[in-house]
């Protein structure tokens, strides 16, 4: 096995810094590119998953996937190669924290931040559907940089349609259980590109309060401020059937931005519209019951 000790080289190029995290199958390490002096972070395997066919699998294919995306919110990816049997790739150091970290420290977001860093994931998506669906969607894996840019990570899970589409990964229960569609907990191989829209609508409840949704709970309860479109977008984003749900990252942006507009008072808001409707209908019908249904 390799020496990722600080101050090491791996491959005659990578020079070692530090540890930057780990995972549940690899570590990431902060690294010098000593052939263009830029630091870059580094991605191998742990020691225990060297050798495991299913592990290796899984992480070459989060390499392929990722090089063949190129989005300005994704994860960029600059090397990848074995070197003294071990399995590693070179993507770009991002400079952030998680949503998870942002939640930790500050317990819930704003709601402009909220939209703002849904949109920039949906637009992401919508650009990785083409080709994957990434499967591991949660706060974890979403990471806002110091600029307030946003890098989608992690697609070790994604499913491709290649020979290993149907491989159960090790290390792994194929996705975070809190964020996992319904369908894709039931046969993670058959989804479709509506499972990725599930842990988004997961991601804006609990981004916006602090906590996970509970079943059927509606956002305006926590939330009066908001208006009602809330409800009805939380409820077809997180819908069981995924026929019922947004069917593509595109819709759902388009409708969060929607809401978001209502909120803001730059848009009317439908249900008001139509409780004027129907208030103006009742007092018309009102009226013509007292001139016994007759025109004035």
Known sequence: MLNFENGSIVADRYLIKRKLGQGGMGAVFLVEDTQTGKEVALKTLLDKYAQNQHAAVRFVREA???ARLDHPCIMKIYDAKQWESTLFYVMEYVNGKSLRQWLRERGK??????????????????????????????????????NGEVRLLDFGLAKLDDRYKDLTCAGTNLGRIEYIAPEQQVNAAKVDKRADIYPLGIMFFELLTGRRPKFNEKITTMLPELPSEADDFMLRATAPAPQDRFPTAHAFRSELMRVYKISQ????????????????????????????????
């Open 64 to 66: 392929n996937t990722l």
């Open 265 to 296: 008072g730059e848009l009317p808001s439908t249900k008001v519209e139509e409780k004027k409707k129907n208030t103006f209908g009742k007092i018309t019908e009102w009226i013509k019951g007292l001139f016994g249904g007759k025109k004035a």
């Open 109 to 146: 977001l704003p709601l402009n931040s909220v939209v703002r860093v849904l949109c920039l994931v949906a637009d992401a998506l919508t650009h990785a559907h083409r080709l994957t669906i990434h499967r591991d969607l949660a706060p974890e894996n979403i990471m806002v940089l110091e």
